[in-house]
């Protein structure tokens, strides 16, 4: 039973993803200096004043939870669903 509910065991890799959507939409808030609520799936991030560097700041936050991501696979939709689904096929890919 141990074994099941240690860490890098395929039970927790499959049950829980690498980031909620919640804790996205916190991480984008925190580098845009704005609440969650402001946040919709169709907010453009780059009107929201996202740049590069904040942009290679997320990059860097997921890649640290173990997520395969890389700047250059956000840029073709920069809205918060598009960049969601980015993620969520990346995080589905590790599992």
Avoid: N, Y
């Amino acid at each position: 039973m141990d074994s099941s509910t240690g860490p890098g065991t395929d039970s927790a890799a499959t049950s829980s993803p690498a980031m909620s959507r919640e804790s996205f939409l916190g991480d984008l808030a925190a580098v845009l200096g704005v609440e969650t609520q402001e946040l919709t799936g169709g907010s453009d991030l780059i009107d929201c004043g996202l740049d590069s560097i904040g942009t290679m700041r997320l990059v860097d936050q997921w890649q640290g939870r173990g997520i395969d991501v890389r700047f250059f696979d956000l840029v073709d939709d920069s809205t918060v669903d598009g960049w969601w689904h980015v993620l969520e096929a990346k995080m589905t890919a590790t599992t």
